[in-house]
């Protein structure tokens, strides 16, 4: 299934998992609205592809004034978004994200996907979060640590806590951790 940033980020939301606030937009004019909406003085604007590698390639920008926002969207809609999973035809961007931008104590990283091979799902976990996590499978694959999830049984407790122990989370952020892991 291929669905952009903000329809995951929609589907999470339902299962209240924190996601940053944030709209899509499909036109300049919108993006500026959106980010108005939101409020705050600084925004990420997103280009939203079926692709990853989108901030490497010029797709991901901060904006610090509605003007930025607008300037940054004018460039991002329409544009030929070239990244290490689309090729070199690259892909047209016809949408935007625009979220609120957050303080980064530090960057993690969560996601979930099919094991092929087991025929399961798999939550998998590392402190090498950002930009560069196909890099950090690629070169040191041990610093990303998995979770099988038995599809009889669904992801447990125990299995949120092992990994967020893994992330080397404390106190109320290693509770809100595993509250995290176990709403996904």
């Known amino acids: 299934m291929k669905i952009h940033e903000y329809q995951g980020k929609e589907i999470l939301r339902k299962f209240n998992v924190p996601t940053p606030i ?3 937009a499909f036109t300049v004019d919108e993006a500026v609205k959106v980010a108005d909406s939101i409020g705050g003085n600084i925004w990420v604007v997103k280009a939203q592809i079926h692709a990853g590698g989108r901030g490497k390639g010029g797709g991901v920008k901060v904006a610090k004034s509605l003007e930025e926002v607008r300037l940054i969207a004018s460039q991002i809609l329409g544009m030929q978004l070239i990244t290490h999973q689309t090729g070199s ?45 196909e890099k950090v499978a690629a ?15 669904g992801f447990r407790d125990f299995q949120a806590r092992k990994l967020t122990f893994a992330l080397k989370l ?13 709403a996904l």
């Open 89 to 133: 035809e690259g892909r047209i961007v016809k949408r935007i994200l625009i979220e609120q931008g957050i303080s980064i104590a530090r960057e993690l990283y969560v996601g979930v996907t099919l094991d092929r091979v087991k025929s399961q799902n798999v939550v998998m976990a590392s402190t090498e979060g950002g930009v560069e996590i």
């Open 170 to 182: 404390e106190g109320d952020a290693f509770k809100n951790g595993v509250k995290f892991l176990l």
């Open 22 to 24: 944030g709209g899509v």
């Open 139 to 153: 070169e040191t694959p041990e610093l990303i640590f998995k979770e099988w999830v038995d599809p009889t049984i």
